[in-house]
Structures are given as structure tokens and as C-alpha cells.
């Protein structure tokens, strides 16, 4: 028996010799909002690393890309060996400690934001806590791994850019163009860090949410989404409506694709949990 399912037979046979009362209202759900801002950050420093790291090896050079004229044209082989640099360097952010802890620390921070949510549902349906916390080490292990690589991705992509834009400039761009197609390129970068932390974020929450849910014995729940402009129409038609985990509902109707809330890309809907017991 879960600890959830006990909880609700102690409460019964407590209020066996009494009408019971309507339970509370289960809270509702809520984004992650704060840790997705907080991941936007830490991988809009590793652009912005990139960034200057470029910036630096175009001015050793001879090549200003912080002014409107350029004290130099670039030298013969500059391009691989300013992406050698930037390569050096993707290298110690994505590999070092600087990015690791941020990581595992969003990681943590989405477990404990669920244990919070989970906490005030069941005690609102219950009148007790719950903070006991199914295992998590193999979530966390995976989130960390899967975001290394994405991290990873995003680096290497923006090096490739910046190789591409030090060859054509080699023949010939000026160097105010050098700096406004720099400017851009890391504009596209941030950008793509922006999706990849509200993705990944959101996934994890969704994942840590779900597990936490079947360790405690609930099964079904109700679809809420952020009930905003940005919800997708697919996901708007399944606000309110009751699933049951083990078949989540379809999220695109051109591909038949199902997935639980917070497990479509970009999704920001929660699982408002049906408590046993409590559930009518």
C-alpha cells in the first residue's frame, strides 16, 4: 500500500463515526517560471562567453570587431585558428564544473518545486504532508547527460557559424558587416538557449511530476494548461479533461502523437492530480 493510499484509509476510519466534509480544493499546478529563467541565464553565459572569447582572438588578430574600422585585414588562416580558440573554450565551459553544477542545480531545483506542489495537493485533500520523494537519482543523471550534449550542440553550432562568417569575411567584408553578422549570430544563439531551457526544464518537471504520482499512487489527472495566447489550440481542447497516465491523450492530431502535460516540445501544462479517495 502507498503512503497515499494509507493516508486516505487513516482519514476514513478517523471520520468513520462522522459525515465527512467536503475535501479542499486540490491547488493547481504551476510552471517552473523561476528555474526556467534561471537556466535561460546560465546558457546565455556560455553564448556570451563565445561571444567575447571571439571577439578577443579577432583583436589578436588585428581585427576589431568592437569598432567600425578594423586596424588590420584579417591574416591568412585567421578563421580556424580564432575557431580553435572558441573551440578551446566550449570545450572547458561544457566539460568543467561551471556548467555541471548550474545543471544539476536546476535538476534539484525541479525536484524540489515538485515536492512543494505535491505537498500543498495532498495536504489540502488529506489535512497531512506527504514529503517523502520517490528516487530521483536516475532523472537527474539523465536530464544532466541529455543537456551536456544539448549544451554541447548549441556551442558547436555557434563555432561553426562563426568559422562561416570569418571565411567569407576573409574575402573581403568589411569589418562593420563583420561585426553586425557577429551581433546577429549570437542574438540566434541566445535565442535557441532560451528554447532549450524552457524545454528541458518543462520536460523534466512534467517527467519528476509523473513519477511522483506513481509512487504515490495516483493514475489519473486533469489537463490544465496556462490558459494564455501561447497555448497551442491542440492543448487548449484538452483543458479540464480527465487522462490517465498510462494513456496519455493525442497532442497533434495530424501525427496521432500522445504525450502527458509538460512532455510535448515547448509545453507548459500540468497534471492537476486525481487523489484517491478524492477524486469524485
Known amino acids: 500500500m502507498s503512503a497515499l493510499a494509507a493516508a486516505v484509509a487513516r482519514r476514513k476510519a478517523v471520520a468513520s463515526s462522522a459525515k465527512r466534509r467536503k475535501a479542499a480544493a486540490v491547488p493547481a499546478a504551476a510552471e517552473p517560471r523561476a528555474l526556467m529563467r534561471d537556466y535561460d541565464v546560465a546558457l546565455s553565459k556560455i553564448v556570451d562567453a563565445l561571444h567575447a572569447e571571439a571577439v578577443a582572438a579577432l583583436r589578436d588578430e588585428g581585427v576589431r570587431v568592437d569598432a567600425a574600422d578594423g586596424s588590420a585585414p584579417m591574416a591568412p588562416g585567421a578563421p580556424g585558428r580564432v575557431a580553435a580558440r572558441l573551440e578551446a573554450m566550449a570545450k572547458r565551459l561544457v566539460e568543467g564544473r561551471e556548467m555541471i553544477v548550474p545543471v544539476e542545480r536546476i535538476a534539484q531545483g525541479v525536484v524540489a518545486f515538485t515536492r512543494k506542489q505535491w505537498a500543498a495537493q495532498v495536504k489540502a485533500a488529506l489535512g497531512i504532508d506527504l514529503t517523502t520523494d520517490p528516487p530521483m537519482a536516475a532523472k537527474i543523471q539523465a536530464f544532466r547527460n541529455e543537456n551536456v550534449d544539448l549544451i554541447r550542440s548549441l556551442a558547436d553550432d555557434n563555432i561553426n557559424r562563426v568559422r562561416l562568417l570569418?571565411?567569407?569575411?576573409?574575402?573581403?567584408?568589411?569589418?562593420?558587416?563583420?561585426?553586425?553578422?557577429?551581433?546577429?549570430?549570437?542574438?540566434?544563439?541566445?535565442?535557441?538557449?532560451?528554447?532549450?531551457?524552457?524545454?528541458?526544464?518543462?520536460?523534466?518537471?512534467?517527467?519528476?511530476?509523473?513519477?511522483?504520482?506513481?509512487?504515490?499512487?495516483?493514475?489519473?489527472?486533469?489537463?490544465?494548461?496556462?490558459?494564455?495566447?501561447?497555448?497551442?489550440?491542440?492543448?487548449?481542447?484538452?483543458?479540464?479533461?480527465?487522462?490517465?497516465?498510462?494513456?496519455?491523450?493525442?497532442?497533434?492530431?495530424?501525427?496521432?502523437?500522445?504525450?502527458?502535460?509538460?512532455?510535448?516540445?515547448?509545453?507548459?501544462?500540468?497534471?492537476?492530480?486525481?487523489?484517491?479517495g478524492f477524486d469524485a
Do not use: F
Not at 518543462?202 to 489527472?221: F, I, K, M, S
Not at 492543448?235 to 479533461?241: E, N, Q, R, V
Open 166 to 276: 570569418l571565411n567569407d569575411a576573409g574575402s573581403g567584408e568589411r569589418v562593420e558587416n563583420i561585426i553586425t553578422r557577429l551581433r546577429q549570430l549570437t542574438g540566434a544563439s541566445k535565442s535557441r538557449a532560451s528554447l532549450i531551457a524552457r524545454d528541458q526544464v518543462l520536460r523534466l518537471n512534467g517527467d519528476v511530476t509523473e513519477a511522483r504520482h506513481a509512487a504515490a499512487g495516483v493514475t489519473e489527472y486533469i489537463w490544465r494548461t496556462s490558459r494564455d495566447e501561447r497555448v497551442r489550440p491542440s492543448h487548449k481542447a484538452l483543458d479540464g479533461t480527465r487522462h490517465a497516465y498510462a494513456k496519455p491523450p493525442v497532442v497533434d492530431q495530424r501525427s496521432g502523437r500522445r504525450a502527458n502535460p509538460g512532455r510535448d516540445y515547448q509545453c507548459r501544462c500540468v497534471a492537476e492530480p486525481m487523489i484517491p
